[in-house]
């Protein structure tokens, strides 16, 4: 893909991401995968996922880094969607999970503070993503590394 026409669609990519926060991750449990919803929400063009520090999703990070994210797409009454592949790790900086924590929408409904021992922070970062755009049926792919 040439470099003009992938930027143009990392462009559309991330509209996409800005307006749609409610994704599926899915992690691998030993062998076996699990999917689940969750919310990605980013600032400083860093992606991340606040969660209960016992949740499973949490260990399965920490025992295999590699997880995918899958966004769904509605427009006009057609589907589509985001498939973005990557690596996640738990946050374990206190500066980061308090900046981090002004970021989630919720994070106060559930969370007594960035201290708060249930509060866990996992970050995202997708090197590659598959788009199928509402209503087409092919895919696109290009790097979401961020350099």
């Known amino acids: ?27 691998c449990d030993k062998k076996q995968p ?55 790790k738990v946050v ?3 500066g980061l999970k308090a900046e981090a924590a002004e970021y989630c929408y919720f994070f106060d409904q559930f969370f007594g503070g960035y201290d708060d021992p249930d509060y866990a922070l996992i970050e995202f970062e997708p090197d590659y993503v598959e788009y199928m755009r509402p209503g087409e049926n092919h895919t696109q792919g290009c790097s979401f590394r961020r350099n």
């Open 1 to 27: 893909m040439a470099r003009n026409s992938e930027s143009a669609l990392l462009g559309e990519i991330l509209s996409w991401l800005r307006q749609n926060q409610y994704v599926y991750l899915a992690t």
């Open 34 to 88: 699990r999917v689940r919803p969750i919310v990605l929400y980013s600032f400083e063009d860093r992606y991340f996922f606040t969660t209960f520090s016992g949740n499973s999703k949490v260990a399965q990070v920490n025992a295999n880094r590699w997880v995918e994210v899958c966004v769904p797409l509605q427009e006009d009454g057609h589907n589509g969607y985001l498939r973005l592949s990557g690596i996640a």
């Open 92 to 94: 374990s900086n206190s």
